[in-house]
Nanobody, 117 residues
Framework: QVQLVESGGGLVQAGESLTLSCAAS????????MHWYRQAPGKQREMVAA???????NYADSVKARFTISRDNAKNRAYLQMSSLKPEDTAVYYC???????????WGQGTQVTVSA
């Protein structure tokens, strides 16, 4: 009923910027919250940013001041603006959305971000 698709990943040089997009489609009344996670090789998946339906945001310390999460409620989209990218930001980035009266967390398939030194 609900699908999430990430886009915008790619290969960039250190110091450059990149913006990821997450599109939610299907039967959606409202999205309670949206999140961005990432998983690097050999590491556990970590949450890097979150945004609630009211617009409150939260960031991991490792990306604070460099990444910005935003959402467009009318389009059921979330974005992750990444600046001053570092090689350690290299990971598969996943979008997640919490949806429903009885909340269920949906996941996208991920998009690869590679930052070269």
């Amino acid at each position: 009923q609900v699908q999430l698709v990430e886009s915008g990943g790619g290969l960039v040089q250190a110091g450059e910027s990149l913006t990821l997009s997450c599109a939610a489609s299907g039967i959606i009344f409202s999205i309670n919250a949206m999140h961005w996670y990432r998983q690097a090789p050999g590491k556990q998946r970590e949450m890097v940013a979150a945004i609630t339906s009211g617009g409150s945001t939260n960031y991991a310390d490792s990306v604070k001041a460099r990444f910005t999460i935003s959402r467009d409620n009318a389009k059921n989209r979330a974005y992750l603006q990444m600046s001053s990218l570092k090689p350690e930001d290299t990971a598969v980035y996943y979008c997640a959305a919490v949806i429903g009266i009885y909340p269920y967390k949906y996941w996208g398939q991920g998009t690869q971000v590679t930052v070269s030194a």
